[in-house]
């Protein structure tokens, strides 16, 4: 019994030996990948050895791997000693060697599947095969994706997207660096809302599908917005001014991450004073600015109020990615003719303009401007009332005097 069983074993094994002796070259094991268009070739080569002769090779198409069985099954060429018939149907589609070698010109998607080499040898019971499957279509390419790199400010929103074209479609993700590697965030978007220093980093959009993948990478950098820490004037504590009073705005502005570039003061939404990046400057006929330990003061002097002046002021700090959040001020401008007449008056006998010093706290709220870069434009800088003066300057005694004395004789007659 154990005789049989060894002489049964060595005849399959030389069975065995004789089917892989044959092929002396097959196509590679595993999954073959072919771009859409591309020609490709499955390199079988058959060598009929002595005592052998072939009757014919056959070469065999099938979505499944169950050539037997398929109904889909389709021949593509018959083989023999000195002939190859390729059948009709994939004339002009493949190319066909003696050895056995089949070249598949400009594939398609639906030229996914197996193929079959298949050999029949005169004589012989058993009939040496291999199969190849192969795979087409398109690795993914990534044709709409953010910028490499982006600045935004605390509070802004992100709202990126990323598409990518492939066969078959392909998957895309989002993800994001971390200490401990990549972090999946979501699908196609990526969406942060109110987004803060902390989201700074590496993000990178990933598409892949069986035949490749693709990754675009963008750097997200969050500064914080310049802030406005203090918006004051000169008038009294309920924001109410006399016409013809002087009043003096002052607004002061902190760095944050970044040093504040410009500060502006607005009335009723139109520009009044606007700041350049230097030391000191004057603008708009009577605005100053001045730039000391990380932050910045502008200061806006009217030196006579009249009803226009009415309205809401607010301020609004820039640094060179965007706003921060304002400081508003209504102001309320209150008639007095007589307060008019008494100054103009008193501007005909001297040049004294009274300027009230008395530094106060006024109502303000703070309100967000957002990231509008057209914000602070204006074509016309220049605002009627609004007149040049250091918001330093102070009368001197001798004009003081004559001031207290003009007073002092209109009582005393009037």
């Known amino acids: 019994m154990r005789d049989v069983n060894l002489i049964a074993l060595l005849l399959c094994n030389l069975f065995l030996r004789a089917q892989q002796a044959n092929f002396s070259s097959k196509p590679p094991r595993g999954i073959i990948k072919a771009r859409i268009g591309e020609d490709v070739t499955f390199n079988w080569n058959y060598t009929v050895e002595s005592g052998e002769s072939l009757?014919?090779?056959?070469?065999?198409?099938?979505?499944?791997?169950?050539?037997?069985?398929?109904?889909?099954?389709?021949?593509?060429?018959d083989i023999s000693i000195n002939k190859v018939s390729i059948i009709p149907a994939f004339q002009g589609r493949v190319s066909v060697a003696l050895t056995g070698k089949l070249t598949l010109h400009n594939v398609s998607v639906d030229q996914r599947g197996f193929y079959k080499c298949s050999v029949s040898l005169a004589g012989q019971s058993y009939t040496p095969s291999d199969k190849a499957?192969?795979?087409?279509?398109?690795?993914?390419?990534?044709?709409?994706?953010?910028?490499?790199?982006?600045?935004?400010?605390?509070?802004?929103?992100?709202?990126?997207?990323?598409?990518?074209?492939?066969?078959?479609?392909?998957?895309?993700?989002?993800?994001?660096?971390?200490?401990?590697?990549w972090k999946k965030l979501s699908e196609h978007r990526l969406q942060i809302k109110n987004v803060k220093v902390s989201d700074s980093g590496m993000y990178k959009c990933s598409a892949r599908n069986f035949m490749g993948s693709e990754e675009k990478t963008v750097t997200l950098a969050v500064y914080e917005r310049p802030t406005v820490t203090s918006f004051f004037h000169t008038a009294a504590l309920d924001n109410t001014v006399y016409e013809c009073d002087a009043i003096i705005f002052t607004c002061e502005a902190r760095a944050n991450s970044l040093p504040v570039k410009n500060i502006y003061i607005y009335h009723e939404g139109r520009l009044v004073h606007r700041s350049i990046n230097t030391d000191r400057v004057t603008l708009s006929g009577g605005s100053k600015t001045s730039l000391a330990g990380g932050r910045r003061t502008g200061r806006l002097r009217i030196a006579e109020v009249k009803k226009e002046h009415n309205g809401r002021y607010?301020?609004?700090?820039?640094?060179?990615?965007?706003?921060?959040?304002?400081?508003?001020?209504?102001?309320?401008?209150?008639?007095?003719?007589?307060?008019?007449?008494?100054?103009?008056?008193?501007?005909?006998?001297?040049?004294?303009?009274?300027?009230?010093?008395?530094?106060?706290?006024?109502?303000?709220?703070?309100?967000?401007v957002g990231s509008d870069r057209s914000l602070p434009t204006t074509k016309n800088d220049t605002v009627p009332g609004f007149?040049?003066?250091?918001?330093?300057?102070?009368?001197?005694?001798?004009?003081?005097?004559?001031?207290?004395?003009?007073l002092m004789f209109c009582n005393v007659f009037s």
């Open 314 to 368: 607010y301020c609004v700090a820039e640094n060179e990615h965007g706003f921060g959040y304002n400081k508003t001020i209504d102001l309320k401008v209150i008639d007095a003719p007589k307060n008019c007449e008494r100054k103009r008056s008193l501007q005909k006998t001297s040049t004294t303009k009274r300027q009230n010093d008395t530094s106060a706290s006024p109502t303000v709220s703070d309100q967000r």
């Open 387 to 406: 007149h040049s003066s250091s918001p330093n300057a102070r009368p001197s005694l001798l004009l003081f005097t004559l001031w207290i004395c003009h």
């Open 133 to 181: 499957q192969l795979f087409v279509g398109l690795p993914p390419v990534i044709y709409s994706s953010p910028a490499s790199h982006i600045t935004l400010l605390e509070d802004d929103h992100v709202d990126i997207s990323c598409k990518a074209s492939g066969s078959p479609d392909p998957s895309v993700s989002w993800y994001r660096q971390s200490p401990h590697g």
């Open 55 to 77: 009757v014919v090779m056959q070469l065999f198409y099938s979505k499944t791997d169950q050539f037997e069985s398929s109904a889909k099954t389709k021949r593509i060429a």
